[in-house]
């Protein structure tokens, strides 16, 4: 069997959110039913806050196969991407190597689609102010993506790095916040997407019925919201198993003896596929805990190979 490559050109071509929402919607909702399974990604520290992960999993009826990342914040102020790698997939009928795929172009957007998804989910029908805290690569393409599903009447950014945020609003026709605080002031979505190692956004920040898509910390340790705002949310998981392990604004909560693990409600596949509750007032906060599924990783990477069976 000759293995496919294909190039990070090739992945934000084809790729497209019209195309990535719905794919990970559907691995989500086939991971919560146990037709696609994943461990926990395995990380080794490197210098710095340089790490190197390893992310296994496999497809019902599809491929199986592992991402390989890298994951080098220094990178982003040197105009390059914090996250780079390998998705290696192999077929399932002879075991064989079938592709090879740019890791960091797929990462990059499915995990803005997943919050779309999530956005569609869970944000109150009428939320059409958005605010990104943080200026990266994923605050882009979170607006991006959830301009794609949502219409979004304002946009407004926050980075501790005011030039860079100007500079993002600019090239998207955004509004430019002076604080978190202001930010999000009436925003009812809001997608945390920073490398912060302590909590940016409290409970007292955000309005009743807000949705907030919790993104940059992919790890336990590094923590974006603060555990007042983990108690006062119905707060859903990508995957369960990963965010009683590795999710840091859960763990906090947990360590100071606010929440217990059933306060992770469930999983968003459960919400996309009717069967757990998800907002369930116009009062609620809801917050969804991405920290990056394989399973996401390789329906993409199945799609591109013209491989998607599960």
């Given amino acids: 069997m000759s293995i496919r490559f294909i190039d990070a050109g090739e992945v934000a071509e084809r790729l497209r959110y019209d195309v990535a929402v719905p794919l990970v919607r559907e691995a989500m909702i086939a991971l919560s039913q146990g037709r696609t399974r994943q461990l926990l990604r395995g990380i080794i520290d490197l210098d710095g806050e340089n790490a190197f992960g390893v992310m296994p999993g496999a497809l019902d009826a599809g491929p199986f196969g592992a991402k390989l990342v890298s994951v080098f914040p220094g990178n982003v102020a040197r105009g390059g991407m914090s996250h780079q790698g390998l998705i290696v997939t192999f077929d399932r009928e002879s075991g064989a190597p079938s592709a090879v795929v740019d890791a ?14 999530a956005t569609q989910a869970l944000a109150r029908g009428d939320a059409d102010h958005l605010a990104v805290l943080g200026t990266g690569e994923q605050a882009q393409r979170h607006i991006l993506a959830i301009r794609a599903v949502r219409p979004l009447q304002r946009v407004t950014i926050w980075g501790r790095d005011a030039r860079k945020a ?3 609003a600019e090239e998207l026709g955004c509004d430019v916040a002076a604080s978190v605080r202001e930010a999000v002031a009436d925003a009812g979505i809001i997608c945390t997407v920073t490398a912060a190692p302590e909590p940016i956004l409290s ?7 807000a949705h907030i898509n919790a993104v940059g910390s992919s790890r336990a340790g590094p923590a974006e ?6 108690v006062r949310s119905r707060f859903f998981a990508d995957h369960r198993a990963g965010v009683l392990n ?3 604004e859960f763990l906090r909560a947990k360590a100071e003896g606010l929440v217990d693990d059933h306060h992770v409600l469930g999983e968003i596949g459960e919400v996309f596929a009717g069967t757990l509750a998800g907002r369930t007032s116009g009062e609620d906060v ?4 991405s920290l990056g599924s394989i399973v996401q990783d390789l329906a993409c990477a199945a799609w591109l190979c013209g491989e998607e069976r599960g």
């Fill in 286 to 289: 809801t917050l969804y805990k």
């Fill in 225 to 230: 919201i603060a555990t007042d705002l983990v």
């Fill in 166 to 168: 100007a500079a993002l």
């Fill in 203 to 209: 409970a007292s920040d955000v309005r009743p019925g």
């Fill in 246 to 248: 590795q999710g840091a």
């Fill in 104 to 117: 960091g172009e797929v990462t990059a957007i499915r995990t803005a689609a997943a919050s779309a998804a």
